[in-house]
């Protein structure tokens, strides 16, 4: 809907980012940028005129008009679906200033920056240098994980995407190892799995999951996940638990928080999580320990159960595949079963998780409480 601009024009635009400008104005010209950052070919655009783009993020900075700031976040996140502007965005700083936005408990966009990092570290460039970030000599991982599992740490947002932030970074093997570091270095990945039932947000829910899923790939953390210390198994089996009566046989070795459930338990609603935590378990069951492990603790009834509710038929073979596996644990001389039956995608799917802002030309972040 928006004219294209011509040369002069766009070379006034930037002078009137720069936060020496009047705010009415600098509002009105990020405002305009906004409209046009939501065209298909914005990246065309932006990309000839560098200025632009460095002119928009000057503005994040704009702490006493937070609303300037806002509608600079809409255009950054447009902006960050387009892989011709990601290397320029990478390069620009604008990592680093998500970080320390998302970090600062009194910054007035936290979940805005969660999206934009969420778009930008999609890419392995940029999810490697968020992951080589340190601060006060550790990981700037564990330092976004601490502020994600405190609940109400910034009253401006939730950082409910920092969750596919972290199912980004744990794509990357430093990623994972940061995350699943063994107790004495912060606990990190014991800290998150409790919001893999966490009901207000299936964004945070299912980030937290893709996290684990990931994990799972390393197949030497199976022990330590199954062990007491991390106490996997309960976490990804009672979301797949319905209110199904089971006999003293099935829960004979169950875990307590599997036993005895309330008529009135609902499984996970998204079909994708389910899915994700069965893939979880199957990974977890590539050699002969986890699946001794899952029979023992009696996952088995639980997939039965689910697999006669389950409504979505790619879920249900996720199940079926599952199933399978554990039957193969009576199967005498089978020890890793990497290759016979986890035939499980690599680690990707990232783009349904894409926040595509750029198809709404009225996209602004969400309100958020607070001075604005």
């Known amino acids: 809907s928006h004219r294209r601009p011509r040369m002069a024009e766009i070379e006034e635009l930037a002078q009137f980012l720069t936060l020496e400008t009047r705010a009415d104005v600098r509002g009105t010209a990020v405002e305009y940028l906004l409209g046009i950052s939501a065209s298909p070919d914005a990246d065309q655009l932006f990309s000839k005129h560098p200025s632009l783009l460095k002119g928009v993020i000057g503005v994040l900075k704009d702490t006493a008009y937070p609303v300037v700031a806002r509608d600079a ?21 604008v990592l680093e200033d998500c970080v320390a936005i998302i970090l600062d408990p009194k910054s007035d966009h936290p979940d805005p920056a969660c999206m934009l990092l969420t778009n930008l570290t999609r890419e392995t460039a940029a999810a490697q240098k968020v992951v080589d970030m340190k601060r006060e000599g550790r990981p700037v991982l564990h330092f976004l994980v601490d502020a994600f599992c405190r609940m109400g740490f910034n009253p ?13 970074l744990t794509q990357l093997d430093d990623g994972r190892k940061q995350i699943t570091l063994r107790a004495g270095q ?10 893999i039932e966490y009901k207000d947000s299936v964004t945070r829910r299912g980030g937290t999951v893709g996290v684990v899923r990931n994990c799972c790939f390393d197949v030497d953390n199976h022990r330590w996940m199954l062990s007491e210390e991390v106490n996997i198994l309960p976490y990804l089996l009672l979301p797949l638990a319905g ?37 979880s378990l199957s990974q977890l069951c ?13 996952a088995y009834p639980i997939l039965r159960e689910l697999h006669k509710w389950e ?34 995608p690599p680690v990707e799917e990232m783009s349904k998780m894409v926040l595509r802002t750029n198809q709404d030309p009225n996209w602004a972040p969400p309100a958020l409480d607070g001075p604005l």
Do not use: W
């Open 73 to 93: 976040f809409g255009v950054l996140v447009n902006l960050s679906t387009h892989p011709l502007l990601q290397p320029m965005l990478i390069e620009s700083g």
């Open 156 to 168: 401006n947002g939730n950082l409910d995407y920092l969750a596919n932030v972290f199912f980004n």
């Open 186 to 195: 912060g606990c990190i990945f014991q800290r998150l799995l409790p919001f």
């Open 243 to 279: 209110p199904e009566e089971l006999s003293d046989e099935d829960m004979d070795g169950m875990p307590d928080e599997l036993q005895f459930l309330p008529p009135d338990k609902l499984r996970e609603p998204d079909a994708d999580i389910r899915k994700l935590l069965l893939e």
């Open 286 to 298: 590539v050699r002969q320990h986890g699946r001794g492990v899952l029979t023992k603790k009696k």
């Open 311 to 344: 409504p979505e038929e790619y879920v249900k073979e996720a199940c079926e595949q599952l199933v399978t596996i554990l039957i193969a644990e009576l199967t005498p001389g089978v020890d890793d079963l990497k290759e016979v039956d986890t035939d499980l």
